[in-house]
């Protein structure tokens, strides 16, 4: 089995900033791309950002642009999200997401994702 456990949301007043981890454990030979999606009430969930092995990123979301940085460890199978300058907007349930090779199952690649985290921005 493979889990991953997201840490660091919370209540922050517009303007203020938050650092989500993601850490994931279990039967891992191999984690290739991770990243983070949002569900605002209402919405559908989308991506945030991405990020490869190799640490090459990907901000789909142009409105967090120059706001947040999106980085990882693999020695510690954790992917981070950095957020800066929050806006209300920014308000949502922040999910976890990463593509995994499972140890002993040869090289096919697993989707997994954590049980989101709540950020709410608001004074």
């Known amino acids: 089995q493979v889990h991953l456990v997201e840490s660091g949301g919370g209540l922050v007043q517009p303007g203020g900033s938050l650092r989500l981890s993601c850490a994931a454990s279990?039967?891992?030979?191999?984690?290739?791309?991770m990243g983070w999606y949002r569900q605002a009430p209402g919405k559908q969930r989308e991506l945030v950002a991405a990020i490869t092995r190799g640490a090459i990123t990907n901000f789909a979301d142009s409105s967090v642009k120059g706001r947040f940085t999106i980085s990882r460890d693999n020695a510690k199978s954790t992917v981070y999200l950095q957020m800066n300058s929050l806006k209300p907007e920014d308000t949502a349930v922040y999910y976890c997401n990463a593509k995994i090779i499972r140890r002993g199952e040869g090289l096919s690649s697993y989707e997994y994702w954590g049980q989101g985290i709540q950020v709410t921005v608001s004074s």
């Open positions: 279990g039967n891992i030979f191999r984690i290739n791309d």
